[in-house]
Nanobody
């Protein structure tokens, strides 16, 4: 399976962006999604995750109340709506997928990764 992330760009502080990540190829019958981000010189960190049914969602404390993860299983796509963006949200954002119906928050739990999309928030 291949994951293709899109939607990054340059936005001012307080602005919004919506990231998308579509899966293609040999897709499992069920899988959970995760969004992670990595700023220059820093480790990749968890942002949000959602299980297959969409019944469980997890968020990093730093994005709670501002970011919303959602999915469209018919389109094999996950979204990350990012509102009230801050300069510290500037990072490369990666989508990730793992077979099954459990959403994880750890990088090592995910077996498939997208190529990343850059989000830059100007002050």
């Amino acid at each position: 399976v291949q994951l293709q992330a899109s939607g990054g760009g340059l936005v001012q502080t307080g602005g919004s962006l919506r990231l998308s990540c579509a899966a293609s190829g040999r897709i499992a019958s069920s899988y959970a999604w995760g969004w992670f981000r990595q700023a220059p010189g820093k480790e990749r960190e968890f942002v949000a995750s959602i299980n297959w049914r969409g019944s469980s969602k997890y968020y990093a404390d730093s994005v709670k109340g501002r970011f919303t993860i959602s999915r469209d299983n018919a389109k094999n796509t996950v979204y990350l709506q990012m509102n009230s963006l801050k300069p510290e949200d500037t990072s490369v954002y990666y989508c990730a997928a793992i077979e099954g119906d459990i959403a994880y928050t750890e990088v090592l739990s995910y077996g498939r990764w997208g190529q990343g999309t850059l989000v830059t928030v100007s002050s």
